[in-house]
């Protein structure tokens, strides 16, 4: 399963209305991954959303050295392929983090995200976790 921003808001804040799936559902995948890029991206939605800061560092750096989750570090290629993907789908509005986590899911076959963001329905995923 990929991690994505909205599912990590919901693994670290209880308040967040899917909270309580989002562990069942991290709890029972036998895989998960996210990348650098959901990372920067959940440190500025927790920050956009009054989280104290040094709890949400701590979180972040508790993923970065837990053998539960794999953080793969985005290099050119897959930045560049990301920005292909965004031009090919104009139609669509995707952040180049969204864009990122799409091409990664299509190169290591996942098929679910622990998200709550429909632009990975959009692309032919599952959406675990609805608002």
Not at 27 to 47: G, K, M, P, W
Request: net charge negative.
């Amino acid at each position: 399963m990929l991690v994505d921003t909205s599912g990590l808001l919901c693994l670290l804040h209880a308040a967040e209305p899917q909270s309580a799936d989002a562990v069942l559902f991290f709890d029972s995948a036998q895989s998960r991954h996210t990348t650098n890029y959901v990372l920067a991206e959940f440190l500025a939605l927790a920050h956009a959303r009054g989280l104290p800061r040094q709890p949400t560092l701590a979180f972040i750096s508790d993923l970065q050295d837990s053998p539960e989750i794999t953080v793969i570090y985005v290099h050119e290629a897959l930045h560049r392929a990301a920005l292909t993907l965004l031009q090919q789908r104009l139609d669509k509005s995707w952040s180049l983090c969204d864009a990122v986590s799409i091409e990664l899911m299509r190169q290591y076959g996942i098929v679910e995200a622990l998200t709550t963001d429909h632009h990975f329905e959009q692309a032919g995923f599952v959406r675990l976790l609805t608002p």
